[in-house]
């Protein structure tokens, strides 16, 4: 086995949502390994400028494009641009996401709704297109950031978890229809990480904050950084033949039921 099996020097990667949180740890992680970060938001283009900075600061080659992820007609646009200002696409990484914590008795239809439409419709779309090329060269890589809500439920989640499981299924239909094209789909799925999503949740005194220490094998939160190296595996020829899978960086959350907080 050699290290080239896991070299991406030179690819191109579209991260969506790289301006900030797991995105922008994921993208670093692929930019040091040497490919060129391609960096999304759709907040303000002095936060992806800014983003831009900081990547560049550590020596790595960014670029950057606002577009609404959702929205099929701007990522149709952005992406033709891309491939001509930037080249081909080969590492798509559809991460994107928001989440809102309300309880479904108390939700509305339009909030549900918005959260399918940014954490499941739009993987979906930015796929259709980058993928497009990606067929035609038979070669690319596709990433769903799937979560912990992709496999369990949990009060005040319903939405994003609908969309999280959906997003597992639609990894391993992507999976289905595109290996023959020798396009590899895969998820990775974070376990708790400190992020700004996170951080109304992982306050010191939260009930909620002792529970995920509790709960989680590694008894910590997770560093952004930990993605890395899986975004790199799943972004490699490493994992050439593994397709539709979903890698679980969760310090090993699945793997057991918990434990009494009483217990060491
Ligand atoms: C929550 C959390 C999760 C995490 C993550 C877990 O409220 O339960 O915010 O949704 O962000 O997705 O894998």
Same mark, same amino acid.
């Given at each position: ?8 020097? =030179?690819?191109?990667?579209l991260?969506?949502?790289s301006t900030?949180?797991? =995105?922008?740890?994921?993208a670093?992680?692929l930019?040091?390994? =040497? ?15 800014n983003?831009?900075?900081?990547y560049?600061?550590e020596?790595?080659?960014?670029v950057?494009y ?8 701007d ?15 080969d ?12 309880p479904?008795?108390?939700?509305e ?11 499941l419709v ?11 090329s990606?067929?035609?060269r038979?070669e ?16 005040s989640?319903?939405a ?10 639609l ?9 023959k094209y020798?396009?590899?789909v ?5 376990g708790?990480?400190?992020t ?7 306050v010191?005194g939260?009930?909620?904050n ?11 939160? =997770? ?12 972004s490699?020829?490493a ?15 699945l ?10």
């Amino acid at each position: 086995m050699s290290i080239s099996l896991f070299d991406i020097k =030179g690819k191109n990667a579209l991260i969506t949502g790289s301006t900030h949180g797991l =995105g922008m740890a994921m993208a670093r992680g692929l930019g040091l390994a =040497g490919a060129t970060i391609i960096v999304n938001g759709n907040s303000s283009q002095q936060k992806i400028d800014n983003a831009v900075a900081e990547y560049k600061k550590e020596g790595i080659s960014a670029v950057g494009y606002k577009f609404n992820v959702a929205n099929e007609a701007d990522v149709k646009a952005a992406i033709s641009i891309i491939e001509v200002e930037v080249g081909q696409i080969d590492i798509l990484i559809n991460n994107a996401g928001i989440i809102k914590r309300t309880p479904l008795i108390e939700m509305e239809v339009a909030d549900f709704k918005e959260v399918i439409d940014i954490d499941l419709v739009s993987p979906f779309i930015v796929s259709k297109h980058v993928v497009k090329s990606m067929i035609s060269r038979k070669e690319g890589k596709v990433i769903n950031i799937c979560s912990m809500m992709s496999e369990l439920g949990r009060n005040s989640v319903g939405a994003y978890a609908a969309a999280k499981g959906g997003l597992k299924m639609l990894t391993q239909n992507m999976a289905t229809e595109w290996a023959k094209y020798n396009i590899q789909v895969n998820g990775i799925g974070p376990g708790y990480f400190a992020t700004s999503q996170t951080a109304p949740i992982r306050v010191d005194g939260h009930p909620f904050n002792d529970f995920i220490i509790n709960r989680t094998p590694a008894a910590k939160w =997770g560093d952004p950084n930990d993605l890395a190296g899986a975004a790199i595996f799943l972004s490699s020829k490493a994992s050439d033949f593994v397709n539709g899978h979903i890698l679980y960086v969760d310090g090993g959350i699945l793997a057991t039921i918990g434990k009494p907080t009483n217990e060491n």
